[in-house]
């Protein structure tokens, strides 16, 4: 049975019409307007914006899976993940161990007895304790970072449809930076809850 048309749209978001067959952008992962008809394809005009969320909340680590799984292939893909998922849990107990042996030792207070600092301090002396302390003050403020390149863009455009409000990018990430930098100074994360 022959089809008439349908309607595509170009990566520039112009709308045009095909027979069935022909060269054609999936609507729905084109960007621009979105299709009309109510099919729920206007949910997913907005990808981009998903996706740094989904970066934002998971993490840029969970991004690698895929990447690992296409150069690896299948096989050498998931052995090699099933092998990472061993050495953490292996590293995590480890760990967990040391901190525990460090809780009954009575040199710390109860606070940071049981930290990856103090567990470094011990294992390294003063060395390991402040090596530790900048690897992790570094990685976490790689994180920041990150959530800051996938949270500003989102913001920019939820300012900007809501509030009708173009605010920079660099205005953006002073205002978060000053609004995340108390939490950057707590000592103890369980004076927050």
């Avoid at 349908?6 to 069935?20: C, L, P």
């Avoid at 893909?77 to 107990?93: E, P, Q, R």
Wanted: with cysteine; hydrophobic share 50%.
């Amino acid at each position: 049975p022959a089809q008439g048309p349908i309607e595509t749209i170009d990566h520039q978001g112009h709308s045009e019409g095909m027979a069935v067959g022909g060269p054609s952008i999936d609507p729905l992962l084109a960007s621009g307007p979105a299709p009309k008809g109510g099919s729920g394809a206007e949910l997913l005009k907005d990808l981009p914006a998903v996706f740094n969320l989904a970066v934002a909340v998971l993490g840029p680590g969970i991004l690698s899976m895929p990447f690992v799984l296409r150069e690896g292939g299948l096989m050498v893909g998931s052995l090699l993940l099933v092998l990472a998922a061993l050495a953490c849990d292996y590293t995590t107990a480890r760990l967990c161990e040391c901190a525990w042996a460090l809780r009954g030792s009575g040199e710390e207070d109860g606070a940071t007895r049981r930290s990856l600092e103090a567990v470094m301090g011990k294992a390294f002396g003063p060395w390991g304790h402040l090596a530790s302390t900048v690897i992790v003050s570094l990685y976490l403020f790689g994180c920041i970072c990150g959530n800051l390149v996938a949270v500003v863009p989102l913001l920019q455009r939820v300012l900007l449809t809501t509030f009708d409000l173009a605010v920079s990018r660099a205005t953006l990430v002073a205002c978060l930076s000053v609004l995340e930098l108390p939490l950057c100074l707590v000592s103890d994360l369980g004076a927050l809850g």
